[in-house]
């Protein structure tokens, strides 16, 4: 895996006509899952670098991509993979394979982020295998968020932590010792926070089916927010002990930040077969909590570099994690800033304008 900063050479090519970058999906934030807003900040952060990205957004993200691939000199491209689970996704990934392969005789670079070691569903599982070895072939250079990555280092593979959706002032500083009297200075009365949008593969119902029946999380104060579908929801009710609070809707910033301030620690429960890694993840340092997460990823990779989360294998050592660390619960806030600021949204988009002035890959 090799480091953008130490390649990065060389002019863009054609001094003044501008170099047009196309970001796929072209959607708008409303129409990504779970209200992602990760396409939006990544073509915003591309903009600030002079750089061509077109500012307008479809609702028909595919046939967009196939008008204007070709008129760009660089494509970006996220969870394409996923096409096969798509409406005439079947269609749409055979066009694909082709299309890949005309970028690349017709010289435009192809960048791929890969956000996920596979689909979260099982669905159409070796279609979209076949899309992912295709964009391994023809990718000039694939963007990883963790360094957890299982496909072959061939020279084009870079990695950056995830960018975080806050700035810096969006840290909660925690409260030195000593300048506020106890009763004045804000208890953690939450032990573990769940948050973020509430989908399957985040692995919440399975958790909630061990913590039934583990005597030591039964005597916790679990609390769950996010915004869920009404079947999914459904079973999670089912599955919630009364120390359990689920709450089913979008949760404002303020209201968050009001969470993060009354919480001890942060708890991922993703499936450990399919993420690799999260944008709630980078978002959850605005807490300035210790985070509890499985052992694969990026959780293992900010554990390793940062010391911001503790690890675990199985759901059954979740407990004893709240337990021995029952005070260790703060972070750092001068590493979590800067963290914040090392790997912001305008430093990824400097990152991509980086990828446009390495020389290009002859086509195959």
Not at 314 to 343: G, M, P, Q
Request: with cysteine; proline share 5%; net charge positive.
């Amino acid at each position: 895996m090799i480091s953008l900063t130490s390649k990065a050479q060389g002019k863009l090519q054609g001094s003044s006509k501008p170099y047009r970058v196309y970001v796929y999906p072209n959607v708008g934030r409303q129409l990504m899952g779970s209200n992602n807003p990760y396409v939006q900040h990544l073509k915003e952060a591309i903009g600030l670098h002079e750089l061509d990205i077109d500012e307008a957004t479809t609702d028909k993200a595919f046939p967009d991509f196939l008008k204007k691939g070709l008129r760009a000199d660089m494509v970006v491209l996220n969870w394409l993979e996923n096409l096969p689970l798509r409406r005439m996704g079947v269609l749409q990934s055979l066009i694909v394979l082709f299309y890949l392969r005309l970028l690349r005789l017709r010289g435009t670079r192809i960048v791929w982020i890969k956000h996920n070691k596979g689909t979260h569903s099982r669905k159409w599982f070796g279609l979209s295998k076949m899309i992912q070895r295709a964009l391994i072939r023809s990718a000039d250079h694939i963007v990883t968020h963790s360094m957890d990555i299982d496909i072959p280092d061939t020279g084009k593979l870079h990695y950056l932590p995830h960018p975080s959706n806050i700035g810096p002032e969006a840290i909660i500083r925690p409260e030195p010792a000593g300048q506020a009297e106890p009763a004045e200075r804000t208890q953690p009365v939450i032990d573990l926070l769940i948050w973020g949008s509430l989908m399957p593969y985040k692995g919440v119902l399975e958790f909630l089916r061990h913590a039934a029946g583990d005597k030591q999380l039964s005597q916790l104060n679990i609390h769950v927010a996010g915004k869920s579908s009404d079947e999914y929801w459904q079973q999670l009710q089912q599955h919630a002990g009364p120390n359990i609070t689920l709450v089913n809707r979008f949760i404002s910033d303020d209201e968050l930040a009001q969470l993060f301030r009354r919480t001890r620690f942060i708890l991922f429960t993703y499936n450990k077969r399919s993420v690799m890694s999260s944008g709630v993840l980078a978002d959850s340092l605005a807490a300035c909590r210790k985070i509890i997460a499985p052992h694969v990823g990026a959780f293992a990779d900010m554990a390793q570099q940062y010391s911001f989360v503790y690890l675990y294998d199985d759901f059954s050592e979740i407990a004893a994690l709240c337990r021995d660390h029952y005070d260790d619960y703060l972070l750092d806030y001068d590493k979590v800033r800067d963290f914040v600021v090392s790997n912001s949204w305008y430093n990824m988009g400097g990152k991509i304008k980086e990828l446009t002035l390495l020389e290009p890959r002859p086509a195959n």
